[in-house]
């Protein structure tokens, strides 16, 4: 049997535009919920400007009590002394500057976990029921295309019409359809196919010249 391209929507116009409508929806979900993770994270990043205050307080503080213990430094005699307690406070500064680099870094990893919960749990949410839908239409899809070649395929198709298909649209059919088929009509065959192809939305490929209705028993 020949390789064929997996079918991704329907032949059928109606159950295809659903099914592009479905695609599109899951397109516009993802980057609704992207837009909002966008906004939240910038929204939560505001939260690192008082540490980036403190931060930048705590710098300028350990750079000029630097700059003061260096003076004191050039002071005669007593110059160590003088210097210690500057050099105390701008350790002091330093460890203020590095809790205010903390209370950044701790902000910004909420803002990338929310931004990251806020597209993961919406997303995966409705991933969980459209793929398997997706993937399921297209491997039944596929199949019916791969089988919808050869008559002795055509009679699979049937048989899970017969099988499967609701009983309104098995009523439908010509009256005779399940008799001809149980003889073997290749008409009824191709009706009863054509019913499960329709099922995905499908049609089967023209038969040709010389196909006849199904036979009407008496």
């Known amino acids: ?35 909002v993770a966008r ?6 990043l505001v939260l690192a ?44 500064a330093g460890s203020v500057s590095g809790a205010g680099q903390a209370a950044q870094d701790a902000v910004g990893t909420l803002a990338t ?6 597209v993961v749990l919406p997303v995966g949410w409705l991933l969980a029921r459209w793929l ?15 089988m919808s070649g050869g008559p002795s395929d055509l009679e699979l198709l ?19 359809t399940g008799a001809a088929w149980r003889a073997g009509d290749p008409a009824a065959v191709r009706a009863l196919a054509a019913l499960e192809a329709g099922r995905l939305g499908l049609r089967l490929p023209d038969p040709g010249p010389g196909a006849t209705a199904p036979s009407r028993s008496g």
């Open 1 to 35: 049997m020949p390789l064929t391209a997996p079918r991704l929507y329907a032949a059928r116009p109606d159950r295809r535009l659903g099914q592009v409508l479905a695609d599109v929806g899951v397109l516009a979900w993802l980057v609704l919920w992207v837009v």
């Open 49 to 92: 400007e008082p540490g980036r205050a403190v931060e930048d307080l705590g710098s300028s503080v350990a750079d000029s009590m630097g700059s003061a213990a260096s003076a004191a430094e050039d002071v005669p005699v007593v110059g160590d002394e003088l210097s210690t307690p500057f050099d105390a406070l701008g350790d002091a």
């Open 158 to 176: 049937a048989a899970r019409a017969v099988a499967t298909a609701p009983l309104p649209r098995l009523a439908a059919l010509p009256p005779g």
């Open 39 to 44: 906004v939240v994270h910038g929204a939560v």
């Open 132 to 146: 398997p839908w997706r993937l399921r239409w297209v491997r039944e899809a596929s199949a019916v295309s791969r």
């Open 113 to 118: 976990v929310l931004a990251v919960v806020l």
